[in-house]
T-cell receptor, first 116, second 116 residues
Framework: DTEVTQTPKHLVMGMTNKKSLKCEQH?????MYWYKQKAKKPPELMFV???????INESVPSRFSPECPNSSLLNLHLHALQPEDSALYLC???????????????FGAGTRLSVL | AQSVTQLGSHVSVSEGALVLLRCNYS??????LFWYVQYPNQGLQLLLK??????LVKGINGFEAEFKKSETSFHLTKPSAHMSDAAEYFC??????????????FGRGTQLTVWP
């Protein structure tokens, strides 16, 4: 089973709203990732958690706040977003950086976010 | 540093024809190479990977790719295209060494259209 589950599938929010995206995996993976993907573009890395600690933040604006409550769960808290933040947000997980060639990232189906 | 170049942002083939999607990489360390496919409004699905060993790798849905170190290439092929192959394809490179440990670097993607 290589399933990464993301909820919700779609989200519409106003610029003053607070919302959260959720990602879950039960593969025993120790690395989890958030990506942002605009139409017709490759995914852009936002955050990486390794062993439940934030290891990479790609200079993402503070209106995006990640959280990793446990090894299976990853959240992305959203606050005061801008219309240009509308995109597909993808979560991925992998065994972890030390697993060499088997550090394969498996992706969820994504959350389609629209900011009005 | 690692990077990926996908030649051709759009490729069109007739059903039953050969599919060839080109990927060249740059890596200062031995690379791990991946092809992902993305169907409309979905996440990324792993097609195949090269880590070590046999340079011709087979993936799902009849796709295969060959790692050619001398040419720094990892082109994706399928002998006979099917309508269901129409999607966006991303080539990606990573490594288990250096400061970019485990991080994926994507090409810009190739949109495959299959004509009946």
């Amino acid at each position: 089973d290589t399933e990464v589950t993301q909820t919700p599938k779609h989200l519409v929010m106003g610029m003053t709203n607070k919302k959260s995206l959720k990602c879950e995996q039960h593969m025993g993976h120790r690395a989890m990732y958030w990506y942002k993907q605009k139409a017709k573009k490759p995914p852009e890395l936002m955050f990486v958690y390794s062993y439940e600690k934030l290891s990479i933040n790609e200079s993402v604006p503070s209106r995006f706040s990640p959280e990793c409550p446990n090894s299976s769960l990853l959240n992305l808290h959203l606050h005061a977003l801008q219309p240009e933040d509308s995109a597909l947000y993808l979560c991925a997980s992998s065994r972890g950086p030390a697993s060499g060639g088997e550090n394969i990232q498996y992706f969820g189906a994504g959350t389609r976010l629209s900011v009005l | 540093a690692q990077s990926v170049t996908q030649l051709g942002s759009h490729v069109s083939v007739s059903e039953g024809a050969l599919v060839l999607l080109r990927c060249n990489y740059s890596s200062s360390v031995p690379p791990y190479l991946f092809w992902y496919v993305q169907y409309p409004n979905q996440g990324l699905q792993l097609l195949l990977k090269y880590t070590t060993g046999a340079t011709l790798v087979k993936g799902i849905n009849g796709f295969e790719a060959e790692f050619k170190k001398s040419e720094t290439s990892f082109h994706l092929t399928k002998p006979s295209a099917h309508m269901s192959d129409a999607a966006e394809y991303f080539c990606a490179v990573s490594s288990d060494r250096g400061s970019t440990l485990g991080r994926l670097y994507f090409g810009r993607g190739t949109q495959l259209t299959v004509w009946p």
